[in-house]
């Protein structure tokens, strides 16, 4: 499989020189992910002044404001020092190399990825740090390095990489969608991040969960699996939090429920079948669900 990785260093280095910046971000930085933002209905320039479009969409998915030149040419300098395309190139080829020997793929000829500054203030939760992978064929991950998440960038690039895996196989229905197809989506990513990477790694959406929130957690998913809409999934998913601002109903969950009762359904059936992660992920929803024991 064919790696392009975008040189968003130097873009964003270019970027930072011009007084107009809007055009350059859309049709330089964004032009090479124009497929992907096109299967997700997202314009790269919108119709009318102000409306929905790849800069409306980046703010939403908490990429930094491109007027903020204090903290994007910081990030820049941290990006550049830890090099963070370089580790972003040997994930990828790690990543690769045990798809081949699992004899997985992914429904595309190459993989594009490219790495963006992240407004800490909007992902806060997320510890800095962020992706999108649900198109194969495209990575995005957004990061304003510090020191919880630059040790655990291979695993959200990682995460992200599953989840063109998963996608490859299994169609993605926006409005039928269920709590447990998106549960199962996001246990398998971390749970690929584990075998590669080992547990120190996992996202915050895994670890941040004590014993007893997670048990109730379980509970609060366990009769919810069947409902089905990505509003209404989003709430088990993402939590009350994230659920109030983006507008979803808050169903009684800390930030992340979703992905931490994910993780541990991908977990136990693994444990309980003896299968690696490569087996696992090509597996139906149900087949998984009715046959871990975290549920039971």
């Given at each position: 499989?064919?790696?392009?990785?975008?040189?968003?260093?130097?873009?964003?280095?270019?970027?930072?020189?011009?007084?107009?910046?809007?055009?350059?971000?859309?049709?330089?930085?964004?032009?090479?992910?124009?497929?992907?933002?096109?299967?997700?209905?997202?314009?790269?320039?919108?119709?009318?002044?102000?409306?929905?479009?790849?800069?409306m969409a980046t703010k939403m998915l908490g990429y930094l404001s491109?007027?903020?030149?204090?903290?994007?040419?910081?990030?820049?300098?941290?990006?550049?020092?830890?090099?963070?395309?370089?580790?972003?190139?040997?994930?990828?080829?790690?990543?690769?190399?045990?798809?081949?020997?699992?004899?997985?793929?992914?429904?595309?000829?190459?993989?594009?990825?490219?790495?963006?500054?992240?407004?800490?203030?909007?992902?806060?939760?997320?510890?800095?740090?962020?992706?999108?992978?649900?198109?194969?064929?495209?990575?995005?991950?957004?990061?304003?390095?510090?020191?919880?998440?630059?040790?655990?960038?291979?695993?959200?690039?990682?995460?992200?990489?599953?989840?063109?895996?998963?996608?490859?196989?299994?169609?993605?229905?926006?409005?039928?969608?269920?709590?447990?197809?998106?549960?199962?989506?996001?246990?398998?990513?971390?749970?690929?991040?584990?075998?590669?990477?080992?547990?120190?790694l996992l996202g915050p959406w895994v670890t941040s969960f004590d014993?007893?929130?997670?048990?109730?957690?379980i509970e609060i998913i366990r009769d919810s699996l069947e409902i089905?809409?990505?509003?209404?999934?989003?709430?088990?998913?993402?939590?009350?939090?994230?659920?109030?601002?983006?507008?979803?109903?808050?169903?009684?969950?800390?930030?992340?429920?979703?992905?931490?009762?994910?993780?541990?359904?991908?977990?136990?059936?693994?444990?309980?079948?003896?299968?690696?992660?490569?087996?696992?992920?090509?597996?139906?929803?149900?087949?998984?669900?009715?046959?871990?024991?975290?549920?039971?």
């Amino acid at each position: 499989m064919n790696i392009v990785i975008e040189d968003t260093i130097e873009q964003y280095e270019k970027l930072y020189s011009m007084e107009e910046r809007e055009d350059f971000f859309r049709y330089s930085m964004m032009k090479p992910f124009e497929k992907m933002w096109q299967t997700i209905n997202v314009p790269l320039k919108a119709k009318k002044q102000g409306g929905y479009d790849v800069l409306m969409a980046t703010k939403m998915l908490g990429y930094l404001s491109l007027s903020d030149d204090e903290m994007g040419r910081k990030a820049l300098k941290n990006l550049k020092e830890i090099q963070a395309l370089q580790t972003a190139h040997t994930t990828l080829s790690d990543c690769v190399n045990f798809m081949e020997k699992n004899n997985i793929s992914i429904n595309a000829d190459e993989l594009r990825f490219g790495m963006y500054i992240a407004d800490p203030d909007k992902l806060t939760l997320q510890k800095g740090y962020c992706g999108f992978g649900g198109i194969p064929g495209f990575i995005q991950v957004s990061i304003f390095p510090n020191s919880y998440n630059v040790p655990r960038l291979p695993a959200v690039i990682a995460h992200e990489f599953h989840h063109n895996i998963r996608f490859s196989y299994v169609d993605w229905d926006h409005g039928n969608v269920t709590v447990g197809d998106y549960l199962i989506i996001e246990g398998l990513a971390e749970s690929f991040v584990k075998e590669l990477y080992g547990e120190a790694l996992l996202g915050p959406w895994v670890t941040s969960f004590d014993q007893e929130n997670l048990a109730y957690s379980i509970e609060i998913i366990r009769d919810s699996l069947e409902i089905k809409g990505f509003a209404e999934v989003s709430s088990f998913m993402f939590g009350d939090t994230i659920a109030e601002e983006q507008g979803y109903q808050p169903v009684g969950l800390s930030p992340f429920a979703g992905y931490a009762v994910g993780y541990q359904a991908v977990q136990s059936f693994m444990k309980e079948h003896h299968v690696g992660i490569g087996e696992t992920t090509l597996l139906s929803t149900k087949e998984i669900l009715h046959n871990c024991t975290l549920f039971s």
